[in-house]
C-alpha cells in the first residue's frame, strides 16, 4: 500500500509548531489561539487583494473558516504561513468569482483601511503599506492579483501562472503593466520616493 500523506492527520509531525498540531487533534483553545494570531496576516492579505475595504471583514472570516477546515490537510512540509497564504488567496478569489457573478461591481470605497498593523512593524511601514494598498486599488484587478501574488506572497512567476490559472506570458505581461501603473500613481502621489514603488 502507498503512502498517500493523510495518515499524519492528528499525529506530530517533527519541528511543528505543537499549536498546529494541538488544533488539527481537535483542542479549540489552540484552534482559537492560532486564528487569532494568524488573523492580522489574514486581512492585510485579503486587503491587498480586494479593492475598498467593504468585504475585507467577511472574506477574512470565510479565510479563517477555511484554514481551519484545512488545517489537517497542512503536512508541514513548507512554512505555515506559505500554506496560509495559499488557502487565504484562494479563498479570496472565488469569494470574488462568486460576487461578480452575483452583483454588479461597486464603485470607489472610501473607507479607512481596516488592516491590523503588525505589532513590530515600525508605524512608517504601516504607512507605507497603507499607501501602498490605496495606489493598488487604482489599477485593474488582474494586474493587482498577480502583482500581491508575486511581490507580497512571494510567489514565483510559473506558480502565480498556476494558481491563477493563466499563461505565463500573461502574467509575466501583467506583472510589468501594474509595475508601470503602480510607479506612476506613485510618483503621481509623490508616495514613493524617486527610484521605485517598493
Known amino acids: 500500500m502507498t503512502s498517500t500523506g493523510r495518515e499524519v492527520v492528528g499525529k506530530a509531525r517533527?519541528?511543528?509548531?505543537?499549536?498546529?498540531?494541538?488544533?488539527?487533534?481537535g483542542r479549540r483553545e489552540a484552534a482559537e489561539s492560532l486564528l487569532m494570531e494568524l488573523l492580522p496576516r489574514v486581512r492585510n492579505l485579503v486587503r491587498y487583494l480586494v479593492h475598498g475595504d467593504g468585504e475585507v471583514e467577511d472574506i477574512s472570516q470565510e479565510a479563517l473558516?477555511?484554514?481551519?477546515?484545512?488545517?489537517?490537510?497542512?503536512?508541514?512540509?513548507?512554512?505555515?504561513?506559505?500554506?496560509?497564504?495559499r488557502v487565504v488567496a484562494r479563498t479570496t478569489f472565488a469569494?470574488?468569482?462568486?460576487?461578480?457573478?452575483?452583483?454588479?461591481?461597486?464603485?470607489?470605497?472610501?473607507?479607512?483601511?481596516?488592516?491590523?498593523?503588525?505589532?513590530?512593524?515600525?508605524?512608517?511601514e504601516y504607512v507605507h503599506r497603507r499607501r501602498m494598498v490605496m495606489l493598488l486599488d487604482r489599477i485593474p484587478d488582474e494586474q493587482r492579483?498577480?502583482?500581491?501574488?508575486?511581490?507580497?506572497?512571494?510567489?514565483?512567476?510559473?506558480?502565480v501562472s498556476d494558481e491563477l490559472?493563466?499563461?505565463?506570458?500573461?502574467?509575466?505581461?501583467?506583472?510589468?503593466?501594474?509595475?508601470?501603473?503602480?510607479?506612476?500613481?506613485?510618483?503621481?502621489?509623490?508616495?514613493?520616493?524617486?527610484?521605485?514603488?517598493?
Open 95 to 124: 469569494w470574488l468569482k462568486r460576487a461578480r457573478g452575483n452583483e454588479a461591481r461597486r464603485g470607489d470605497d472610501s473607507a479607512e483601511l481596516m488592516a491590523v498593523p503588525s505589532e513590530d512593524a515600525p508605524p512608517d
Open 14 to 25: 517533527p519541528g511543528a509548531d505543537p499549536r498546529i498540531q494541538a488544533a488539527i487533534q
Open 165 to 198: 490559472g493563466i499563461p505565463f506570458e500573461t502574467i509575466r505581461s501583467r506583472l510589468r503593466l501594474g509595475r508601470t501603473a503602480l510607479r506612476a500613481l506613485a510618483t503621481e502621489d509623490g508616495s514613493v520616493p524617486d527610484g521605485g514603488t517598493e
Open 65 to 85: 473558516i477555511a484554514l481551519l477546515r484545512g488545517l489537517s490537510t497542512y503536512r508541514g512540509e513548507g512554512q505555515f504561513q506559505s500554506w496560509v497564504d
Open 145 to 159: 492579483h498577480a502583482m500581491v501574488l508575486h511581490h507580497v506572497l512571494g510567489m514565483s512567476v510559473p506558480e
